[in-house]
Nanobody
C-alpha cells in the first residue's frame, strides 16, 4: 500500500508556471513507476506524464511535451511536475498515481491515487 498526497495546484494566468508535488507514504514509491494524470471538468481522466522507478525513462503526452517536466526523488519519497507555459486547456484536476502493472497510458492501470489538486489557467 502507498498513500499519495498532491500539492501545488492553484490559479495562474496563461503563460505562467506551477510546480506540483506528490508526497508518498507507506510502501516506498521507489517500488513503482509513477504518473501524473489529469481530469478536466466533465471529461475523462487522461494521461499526462510518467516516470520509471529509477527515473531512467520519462514519457509525456504530446500536448505537454516541451512544457512539462516530471521528476522524482526516491530518497524523499517525492514526485514533481514542473509545468511551464501553461495554457487554458491545461485546466484540470491533477492526480499523481502509482503504476503496478499495465499500460502507463491507461488511467485504469494505476492502482494507487492521490486526492488530486486543481490547476486553473486563465486566459
Amino acid at each position: 500500500q502507498v498513500q499519495l498526497v498532491e500539492s501545488g495546484g492553484g490559479l495562474v494566468q496563461a503563460g505562467g508556471s506551477l510546480r506540483l508535488s506528490c508526497a508518498a507514504s507507506g510502501r516506498t514509491c521507489s517500488s513503482y513507476g509513477m504518473g501524473w494524470l489529469r481530469q478536466p471538468l466533465g471529461k475523462e481522466r487522461e494521461f499526462v506524464s510518467y516516470i520509471a522507478r529509477n527515473s531512467g525513462s520519462t514519457v509525456y503526452t504530446d500536448s505537454v511535451k516541451g512544457r512539462f517536466t516530471i521528476s522524482r526523488d526516491n530518497a524523499k519519497n517525492m514526485m514533481y511536475l514542473q509545468m511551464n507555459s501553461l495554457k487554458p486547456e491545461d485546466t484540470a484536476v491533477y492526480y499523481c498515481a502509482a503504476l503496478v502493472r499495465g499500460s502507463l497510458y491507461n488511467a485504469e492501470s494505476y492502482t494507487y491515487w492521490g486526492q488530486g489538486t486543481q490547476v486553473t489557467v486563465s486566459s
